[in-house]
């Protein structure tokens, strides 16, 4: 039976958190062996909000390496940057001349991103839905696995597919989300009912995958908790305690019983240094292998050239097709 075909990416504007470790690298990792994959380094999509150009690059390889270290295999999957592959801004053109202004100007993130950029409102920035659909739609992605933050965005992508379907022929896959479940959501340490995010104004906030083992310790003693000194599991009454429970059972592959039975009797100090030194472990070997990954330049320019060769190839195949129906001469 053919497999079917995952799409997914991200931006290089960032260093991810252990929450987008646990809600999405971690996953992609295992979907290897289950799907044919391809995932992309959204770089196109960064320059919606301005970039210093030196930074941009150091980060795209950052994330690269990164995503290595977690265990993206470029023998298993296909891993590329978008700017290596044409055809995402040439479909790109097609179907904004099949998307309404209004459809865009009405996205979530438009309105977000608009408030906070407000001097920098550009035509990438509301047309970043349409780019995205571009990058799904050019690889018949069956599944796409995204935050529940990209969620109307997936929903534009399928109106797109079913519009340009039924006005020439069958040509797109309409793409469905895979939206990871609450239970493998990571909160905020300071405010345990808010997800953790790379952008908390409060870097006591989030762990970042990159940070150092003492900050990691020193930021999950700062954990807000609650003053009942009991290490249970109740979402309701105890968040942060029920957060910190979470990460353990995650990074030791303990369940959440265990570990309360684990923790019964002690307190949150003890508690707090054993989930930080349970992180710690998980980040140090994939640091490790980011480091050195980084050094070898030469390797991660053939891992992109590859990408890119094999991206391109499946781009273009389904650009003609496009081409094509439209009523372009094929030469
Ligand atoms: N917009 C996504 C994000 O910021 C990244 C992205 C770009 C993406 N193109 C994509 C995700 C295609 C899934 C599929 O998270």
């Not at 739609?137 to 534009?156: C, F, N, R, S, T």
């Not at 609650?226 to 990074?251: A, Q, W």
């Not at 992180?279 to 891992?303: F, G, S, T, W």
Request: glycine content about 6%; hydrophobic content about 40%; charged content about 25%.
């Amino acid at each position: 039976m053919e497999r079917k075909v995952m799409f997914s990416a991200v931006q290089p504007s960032g260093i991810p958190t252990i929450g987008n470790y646990v809600g999405a690298i971690k996953n992609w990792v295992q979907f290897q062996d289950e799907y044919d994959c391809i995932y992309s380094l959204a770089d196109l999509h960064t320059l919606t909000v301005k970039q210093v150009p030196a930074e941009l690059r150091a980060r795209s390889y950052e994330l690269l390496a990164l995503y290595l270290a977690c265990g993206l295999d470029p023998e298993k999957s296909i891993i590329f940057a978008q700017s290596h592959v044409p055809q995402h801004a040439e479909l790109t053109w097609v179907l904004n001349t099949m998307t309404y202004p209004g459809e865009l100007a009405r996205m979530t993130q438009f309105k977000d991103k608009s408030a906070h950029h407000a001097e920098n409102i550009n035509m990438g920035l509301m047309d970043y839905p349409v780019l995205m659909a571009s990058d799904i739609l050019l690889y018949g992605a069956h599944y796409v696995p995204i935050g529940a933050d990209q969620k109307q965005h997936l929903e534009i992508t399928r109106d797109l597919a079913i519009r340009f379907n039924n006005r020439y022929s069958p040509t797109f896959v309409v793409p469905e989300p895979l939206i990871p479940k609450m239970g493998a959501r990571v909160m905020s340490l300071q405010d345990p009912t808010k997800k953790m995010s790379k952008s908390d104004e409060n870097v006591n906030a989030f762990i970042s995958m990159t940070d150092k083992p003492e900050d990691i310790i020193r930021k999950f003693k700062r954990a807000v908790t609650d003053s009942d000194m009991c290490v249970k599991y109740d979402v309701e009454n105890k968040p942060g305690v029920s957060n910190l429970l979470t990460i353990y059972s995650i990074f030791t592959g303990k369940t959440v019983e265990e570990a309360e039975r684990e923790f019964e009797g002690k307190g949150y100090g003890e508690f707090k240094q054993a989930v930080g030194e349970a992180v710690v472990e998980v980040l140090r070997p994939i640091n490790e292998k980011k480091e050195a990954l980084l050094k070898d330049k030469a390797y991660l320019n053939k891992v992109l050239a590859d990408g890119k060769q094999k991206a391109e190839y499946l781009a273009r195949k389904m650009l003609n097709k496009v081409y094509k129906k439209i009523g372009f001469i094929q030469l």
